[in-house]
């Protein structure tokens, strides 16, 4: 081969090897500092906070945190791969910024908020991750860019628990939705019960299944797949008597399991939940529950029996089963087969439900109140919002009486900014479960941080069940625009790429 010829052969060589060495070292880099970082709680959401994360070396724990990122507060724990520090102490309805590492190396800055105190909660219910990466990276930025106070998984992060790989892609998709806000779960039969599950996930108790409260709500985990492994229910059952006994003036309980105790698919009508129905469902009818999450059926759904409402919420990248009409039982409102996630809203008096396809488009919506009044909602799904400055985002903003009678009055509405108001407009007098829709288009001159307010009946005219959904912030972090790749310096580090592999040869060529 001539001379000429290798050189370029050299050349070609080198510019498909940069990228994947680049790549290479900074994996390399990644690997000695905390990774997966995420939040939970193992005791009381308004004064502690667990933060968890792993490296691939064993080193010890230690997270930093304060009001600020000067931070000033410390906490050690042990030498770990998977590590685990429960932060107590905390005072309620407070933002937080803390980093995790081993004294040397830091995460960088992140944030938490412990319990509000306004009696308002907003969290995200979803399930069934599984293996459409793609998809499931997708559904965690949607739920991402949600304002929340946390979000409840209801199992089958992955195909197989046993597999650590898996469990490493996992983090790696839901890294958007687990860098927000803390993240609570249960088992799914997929995670097999396996260890990685408990490793991963600090949670309260006996963590298999557990309690926990939020605001006006009592939250049971339960493990539904416990018959898999040769166990019964027994123990969950005392367990269950006892904690819902001694949780019993919550104005809302809401069970989470990944198996369903009633789904329109091929499983129910074989009989596969008849033990959740004859064991549990009886339990959930005796306490008063409001609502039963679960997941396993890869799709949405809602049932009703017996007052209590049954959310099958199975995929947000498990894939998809068919809602099929020929499997339809009576308890059946409404499903369709999408990948999706739900929101709720939840307060003393009432509970606001709302599903989304992972495009934002509503899939189901329904309230439950507690008082006989109308109710004006104001609502975008997105509340959190990026992009250059000088860009337009199109907000759409729905106003619907999600009370319990019919409003005769046109009110007033405003969009404001920290300083001023923006826009005004007229809501119209609204029957029970009408909406109105209104489209701001939302654009910033100058890069930073902006947040605009949307205030409904701003005269206060219409007396409602509640206020607290009368106002929604949104929030817009505008960059600046890229200045265009240089192509100089990717041509020079490249050249130097070369010479280094060339000038060897020649050296040696020389000497011989
Ligand atoms: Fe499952």
């Not at 001023?420 to 007098?429: E, I």
Request: hydrophobic fraction near 35%; proline fraction near 4%; charged fraction near 20%.
């Amino acid at each position: 081969m001539s001379t000429k010829r290798k050189l370029l052969v050299i050349t070609l060589i080198s510019i498909f090897i940069m990228p994947a060495s680049v790549q290479f070292f900074q994996i390399s880099a990644a690997e000695i500092h905390p990774r997966e970082v995420h939040l939970s709680w193992q005791n009381d959401t308004s004064t502690t906070m667990t933060i968890s994360w792993k490296t691939s070396e064993s080193t010890s724990s230690v997270v930093q945190y304060g009001l600020d990122n000067t931070y000033g507060l410390e906490e050690i724990g042990s030498s770990e791969l998977f590590h685990v520090i429960e932060l107590t102490g905390l005072a309620p309805n407070t933002a937080y910024h803390f980093r995790v590492g081993n004294g040397e190396t830091w995460s960088s800055d992140r944030d938490f908020k412990t319990e509000n105190t306004n009696n308002h909660v907003t969290f995200i219910a979803m399930g069934d991750s599984r293996h459409n990466r793609a998809d499931r990276a997708f559904s965690a930025k949607q739920m991402s860019q949600i304002s929340a106070d946390f979000t409840i998984f209801t199992g089958d992060f992955v195909d197989s628990g046993l597999d650590a790989n898996q469990w490493t892609n996992w983090f790696y998709d839901f890294r958007p939705l687990l860098n927000e806000i803390p993240f609570m779960c249960v088992l799914g039969n997929h995670e097999k019960n396996h260890s990685n599950y408990y490793n991963n996930f600090a949670l309260p108790g006996k963590e298999e299944y557990y309690s926990f409260n939020y605001g006006p709500i009592h939250f049971v985990a339960l493990h539904s797949c416990v018959p898999s492994y040769g166990g019964t229910f027994d123990e969950q059952i005392d367990w269950l008597h006892a904690d819902l006994q001694a949780h019993n003036e919550y104005e809302w309980k809401i069970v989470v399991l990944h198996r369903p105790a009633f789904a329109s698919s091929p499983r129910y009508n074989d009989g596969d939940y008849d033990d959740i129905k004859a064991l549990l469902v009886p339990i959930f009818e005796q306490y008063n529950i409001t609502m039963v999450l679960s997941g396993h059926d890869h799709f949405y759904e809602r049932l009703a029996n017996n007052n209590i409402t049954y959310i099958v919420a199975g995929s947000v990248g498990a894939p998809l089963y068919e809602f099929n009409p020929v499997y339809r039982i009576n308890q059946s409102i409404t499903g369709e087969s999408t990948y999706h996630f739900t929101v709720m809203d939840v307060y003393p008096n009432q509970l606001d439900f709302r599903a989304f396809r992972t495009d934002y488009s509503l899939l189901d919506e329904f309230t439950f109140n507690k008082e006989d009044k109308p109710d004006l909602r104001v609502e975008v799904v997105q509340n959190k919002y990026s992009g250059f400055y000088n860009e337009t985002k199109e907000i759409k903003i729905r106003v619907t009486n999600i009370g319990e009678q019919n409003i005769s009055e046109t009110t007033a509405a405003s969009i404001e900014s920290d300083f001023s108001v923006l826009q005004t407009f007229d809501v119209p007098a609204l029957d029970v479960r009408e909406s109105y829709e209104f489209q701001y288009n939302w654009s910033v001159s100058e890069p930073g941080a902006y947040n605009i307010i949307i205030n409904i009946d701003i005269n206060d005219i219409i007396d409602e069940i509640g206020e607290g959904n009368n106002e929604i912030v949104l929030f817009y972090t505008a960059l600046e625009i890229p200045k265009k790749t240089s192509y100089t310096s990717n041509f020079i580090m490249i050249v130097s790429f070369v010479l280094m592999l060339i000038i060897p040869t020649v050296i040696r060529k020389k000497k011989t």
